[in-house]
């Protein structure tokens, strides 16, 4: 294996041509027949192949202990016969190999495992972009600068750009990587870059090799350097921003359609986060906007003349600056206010004073405990101050992050609760998790939301801190388990901020990358949610301000406009000045208008505002516009005031259309490409009939899925004899969204055992369902085979080796010589070892057993039970118990075998006077250590390392005895720790056990009398 780098195993070859090439982890190299014992020493593993000489090959390595992996093209069994003979590893045919490759047979043999370096990068990047999303003490542009590392480390390049593109200028914005003479702020001609092509090209642009591909004249002279690039154009909501573009100074292999994809989702990412940025901004404008039009309402202010003497205060002036007006009024501002706060204050307001200049500024004094913004208006007779408390908002601006979206769906929803149900949905297109459950904080607890795939999706509110869902809010991180809402599965959640937590049933274990996954989901979801709440904040703001930012118009009595806002005159073309004053008629058609009294008398008749209308607006330039128009009224006065129309372009919808086919597209081609069969059909009077097949249905089930549309389902694939079960599994679909059942099929090759998954979904009042056929015959087959030869072993064992006993018992006491009766004890005694085999099985069966009851038990007691017999039996033997306090621990009654199998150990394998001490010992409040050390000849560390599961089993390491193997899946199964201690003699072997924390009576244990187990 190599030292750096990619694992990679050394494999010698011997034959014509070899079947496979290097990669994944495995070097081929190529050697003589005659010379394969030479160079054997130094590879992982031998190739041999027939025809090819690979026959006599092995014969040469009969004397070494390489693995050897045979591989016949011809399949002859005198061939199979010969290497079995010369001791060969691995043989392997074509017809054996099956699913698995010849690498599979050759990571097999010689006990490694390829990595794959493409997949590594993608984890690392992954977590890169996970670690940044999560972060909110992160700046928007170092998050950009991150997210650019992450890709260029991805791609396995220096360098990574983010630049603008505006009126035919290029503009580097942000760059990772050090590049010289391509850094942030260098503009060039659109024309003069590589990224001209990239915002002409609907997708990425790449080129391997510069010099090749691209004609360079007219190139900028700093964009010459560059050997290869990548790039894809930016949107920020519906409109181009600029390109994503990363770049080397040498040429490079073909980008992968995986480095494609990649660079897509983060340019796609680095629009959302631009445009979030943007709404940041756009928000804190409106904020100022707010605050300038109500700083008379609730802000303090006062006034100094040019010699400092406070003329005016007011008493929310007095609240924040904890003063008295009596007091204060007549001296001097520098006298009243505390010592800190004129020291902030000075420098700005004298500076105001002698510039004549507005100046607006915070500070932070800390005897007050406040965050204020003062705004400081010289005039000729002194200042007048205005500041208010922004405290909250300074809290608020500091606890919220600099969120990513959660994607085009997540993005376009503009509701909390449209928000769960996408991310519901969302977190069942994650790998490995087949259910789902939003929760949302409710009074003292977590309320669902949404549900996905879920049988029980009212289970009712879990308290905070209680269940994964209420430790996963509270802790703010994930937390796994069992939930009561997902009954069966393993499940995993994840904390959505304040927001509450989403958790999602797994069914099985899960893998890091679904784990990175989940977090990336739950960011971007609290990053939706976190837009919504800035979004209606946003509203009010501007509801509170003229919305100049909106389009908006105002209409008196008599259809006359009194008011248009400038984006409003912007958008359609006109002069502002020109329509004020003028008939609604030259804004909107008769049509338009005949809507809006509609929805005046609408509102005053009672109907809670706003009245929303679609219509269309004609622009000055003949252009007819989509839009929405939202009436309320201007007063509630019994005399008509005046009507406000506000206007929204539904130009965007169409975007929104085209996001909606991608995502379709995409779907589409997951649902292509599973590996499982999966058929999606919709119920009619009971019966599934097919809307369409993947390939993979296709080529299980012989069918053509062109012709199979439009037929039921059943009448294709279930065989004579199965159709009443068909008929209860179609019933089940139509009464649960999912189900499982294991069914027989007709298929290509005849009748065959699948693992049935059904997804049922409603559209339109219409149930539809997904059929998923996961092929489970052969390892049905499997499973029923191992149980016979389990059977068959333990019986045939147990009665031969009752028969050996015997036999070496007779002779035992028949044979006069002292040599033979001892040949004929060991006979005995090893015979005796054997038989117990079969009960090691038995314990073995029952330690893998995930269903075993655990119970509270007295260590102590089983323990002194354990000494107890073996020194009966041993007399020679010391063994000692200590124990200096003991509580009970969660385990059942193979605990008591794990012990026994430690103490015969000791006891058996030791050469002359064994002595065996037994420790008993708490460890902390959680765990329980019970210790069995000896002074016999040890356990070497190889086979240490074997059994600890540090070191893998292969053909020269492996363990020669069930017993600690037995000891240690018994304390697995109880949820424990096996563990090897550090001893220079003997061995030291401890069991740490869980304490048990409820009351409960201790399970008895068999008395001394009793021999163990």
Request: aromatic fraction near 6%; glycine fraction near 10%.
């Amino acid at each position: 294996m190599s030292d750096g780098g990619e694992p990679t195993a050394t494999v010698a070859y011997v034959g014509h041509q070899p079947p496979m090439e290097s990669g994944g982890g495995i070097r081929i190299e190529r050697v003589g027949r005659g010379s394969v014992d030479e160079y054997a020493p130094y590879a992982d593993c031998v190739l041999l192949e027939e025809p090819g000489g690979g026959l006599e090959a092995l014969a040469r390595l009969q004397e070494r202990s390489v693995p050897t992996v045979l591989y016949d093209r011809t399949a002859d069994p005198t061939i199979a016969a010969e290497a079995t003979r010369y001791g060969v590893t691995e043989y392997v045919t074509d017809r054996a190999l099956g699913a698995e490759t010849l690498a599979d047979r050759i990571a097999d043999a010689a006990g490694i495992t390829a990595l794959d370096a493409d997949g590594e990068r993608e984890e690392r990047a992954l977590q890169q972009l996970t670690t940044a999303a999560g972060d909110a003490t992160l700046s928007s542009s170092e998050k950009v600068r991150r997210i650019l590392k992450a890709g260029r480390e991805r791609l396995g390049v220096s360098f990574g750009f983010l630049s603008e593109v505006d009126d035919g200028t290029c503009t580097v914005v942000a760059a990772d990587g050090d590049p010289d003479g391509v850094t942030p702020g260098t503009s060039a001609p659109l024309e003069s870059t590589f990224c001209r092509q990239t915002v002409r090209t609907r997708g990425v642009r790449a080129l391997r090799d510069i010099e090749s591909d691209v004609w360079t004249d007219g190139m900028a002279p700093n964009y010459r350097s560059f050997g290869c690039y990548i790039g894809v154009e930016v949107h920020v909501g519906d409109r181009s921003y600029g390109t994503l573009w990363f770049a080397d100074t040498e040429a490079r292999e073909p980008f992968t359609q995986s480095e494609r994809t990649f660079v897509r989702l983060l340019a796609e990412w680095l629009g959302h986060e631009v445009e979030r940025d943007h709404r940041t901004v756009e928000l804190q404008q409106a904020q100022e906007r707010t605050e300038n039009v109500l700083k008379r309402v609730g802000d303090g202010f006062f006034a100094v003349d040019d010699d400092w003497e406070l003329t005016y205060i007011n008493p929310r002036a007095e609240a924040l600056l904890d003063g008295d007006a009596d007091e204060w009024l007549g001296k001097s501002l520098w006298s009243v206010l505390p010592e800190e706060l004129v020291t902030e204050l000075r420098g700005q307001y004298e500076r105001a004073l002698s510039t004549g200049e507005a100046t607006t500024f915070e500070v932070r004094p800390e005897s007050l405990g406040l965050w204020l913004e003062m705004s400081v208006y010289p005039d000729d007779d002194g200042l007048t101050v205005y500041f208010k408390d922004i405290s909250g908002r300074k809290r608020y601006e500091q606890s919220v992050g600099e969120l990513l979206s959660a994607g085009e769906k997540l993005h376009a929803s503009e509701s909390a609760g449209g928000i769960t149900d996408i991310a519901a949905e969302a977190a069942t297109q994650i790998p490995g998790f087949d259910r789902s459950i939003v929760r949302v904080p409710d009074g003292d607890g977590l309320a669902i939301d949404a549900a996905e795939g879920c049988s029980n999706p009212d289970c009712g509110t879990v308290a905070i801190g209680e269940g994964v869902a209420g430790q996963a809010y509270e802790r703010g991180a994930l937390v796994d388990g069992d939930s009561s809402c997902l009954p069966g599965d393993e499940s995993l959640a994840a904390p959505l901020g304040k927001h509450g937590v989403i958790v999602v049933g797994c069914g099985s274990a899960t893998g890091e990358t679904d784990r990175r996954l989940l977090s990336l989901l739950a960011s971007n979801v609290e990053s939706a949610l976190e837009r919504t709440d800035r979004e209606r904040q946003l509203r009010r703001y501007k509801a509170i301000h003229e919305t100049v930012e909106q389009m908006v118009f105002v209409v008196s009595e008599g259809t006359q406009i009194d008011l248009v806002t400038q984006p409003l005159a912007d958008r359609f073309g006109y002069d502002r000045e020109e329509l004020v004053g003028s008939e609604l008629t030259a804004l909107a058609d008769d049509e338009t208008v005949e809507l809006g009294f509609e929805a005046y008398e609408r509102l005053r008749n009672g109907e809670e505002g706003p009245v929303v209308i679609e219509t269309t607006l004609p622009a000055a330039d003949g252009e007819t516009v989509p839009v929405e128009i939202e009436y309320s009224l201007l007063s509630s006065n019994s005399e008509f005031d005046g009507l406000v129309g506000v206007v929204r372009d539904r130009t965007e919808l169409a975007q929104t259309r085209a996001e909606l086919e991608d995502e379709r597209d995409r779907f589409q081609h997951l649902f292509n490409q599973l590996p499982d069969a999966v058929v999606d059909t919709e119920f009619v009077e009971g019966e599934p009939v097919v809307r369409d097949a993947n390939a993979a249905f296709e080529e299980t089930f012989g069918v053509d899925a062109e012709q199979l549309r439009g037929d039921p389902l059943d009448e294709h694939i279930v065989p004579p004899g199965h159709e009443e079960g068909t008929k209860q599994l179609n019933d089940d679909a139509l009464s649960v969204d999912r189900h499982t059942a294991e069914v027989r099929r007709e298929t290509a090759d005849g009748q065959r055992t699948f693992l049935f998954r059904g997804v049922a979904y409603e559209v339109e009042s219409t149930t539809r369902g997904f059929g998923i056929y996961t092929d489970i015959t052969e390892r049905l087959e499997q499973e029923r085979r191992l149980r016979v030869l389990h059977r068959v072993l333990r019986h045939n064992l147990r009665n031969e080796m009752t028969a050996i006993v015997g036999y070496a018992d007779m002779l035992r006491d028949e044979l006069d010589g002292v040599e033979h009766r001892g040949y004929a004890e060991q006979i005995y005694r090893q015979a005796n070892e054997v038989s117990k085999l079969g009960e090691q099985v038995k314990r073995i069966q029952q330690a893998l057993d995930v269903e075993r009851r655990r119970v509270p038990v007295d260590p102590e007691r089983l323990v002194d039970d354990i000494a107890e017999w073996y020194r009966d039996e041993y007399p020679t033997a010391s063994i000692s118990v200590a124990a200096d306090s003991t509580v009970p621990v969660v385990a059942d009654e193979l605990l008591k075998t794990a012990v026994d199998n430690l103490v015969e150990n000791a006891v058996e394998h030791h050469p002359g006077e064994p002595t065996v001490d037994v420790e008993l010992e708490a460890v902390g409040d959680e765990w329980f250590d019970i210790t069995v050390r000896d002074d016999g000849p040890g356990i070497p560390e190889r086979e240490q390392a074997v059994i600890s599961g540090e070191r893998e089993i292969t053909q020269l390491d492996h363990s020669m005895g069930l017993g600690l193997w037995v000891a240690r899946w018994i304390v697995d199964g109880i949820g424990g720790e096996f563990v090897f201690g550090d001893c220079e003699d003997g061995t030291e072997v401890t069991l740490r056990l869980q304490q048990a924390t409820v009351e409960t009576d201790v399970r008895a244990e068999p008395t001394a009398d009793e021999p163990p187990t």
